[in-house]
């Protein structure tokens, strides 16, 4: 796996080396990357979100993750959790800073890039939500001390 970003995250570094180690990520390019954006990228990307781009010939996954540098914290996502009978479940959950929000879009995104190389089963937009959510979960059990410091 190769990240490339030219934000200083040596906290979300270290977070998702810990999240991956038991995959194989070896086929894997996650780009994070920060910007203000203009009104038509907020209307096409939202402010912040990600993408998973399975390969052309020859290239590996990428996992590109973009963030507003102007975003305001906290922000509460609410996405789509599961489906009964037709009806569509919501988790609701306050992000309350930059390493918050990129912990929940890994996780949502590094889900679709299990599916894609067939380490998981079920790519579907509710089961990467619930990831999204469990690796933030996991990222503020780990790192309790350095978010009451940045809140």
Request: charged share 35%; net charge positive.
């Amino acid at each position: 796996m190769k990240l490339k970003t030219r934000l200083h995250i040596p906290v979300i570094r270290e977070f998702l080396d810990k999240q991956i180690v038991r995959y194989n990520t070896s086929d894997l390019n996650i780009n994070v990357w920060s910007k203000l954006f203009s009104k038509k990228e907020k209307k096409e990307l939202g402010t912040n979100g990600g993408e998973c781009v399975p390969p052309l010939k020859n290239e590996n996954y990428k996992i590109r993750i973009w963030i507003d540098e102007k975003a305001h914290y906290p922000q509460d996502e609410r996405c789509e959790v599961s489906t009964i009978k037709n009806r569509f479940i919501f988790d609701k959950v306050r992000v309350h800073n930059k390493d918050e929000s990129l912990a929940w879009i890994l996780g949502h995104e590094f889900w679709h890039y299990l599916c894609f190389t067939k380490q998981e089963s079920g790519n579907v937009e509710t089961k990467a939500n619930t990831n999204g959510f469990k690796w933030l979960r996991i990222f503020r059990k780990r790192y309790e001390s350095l978010q009451d410091i940045k809140r």
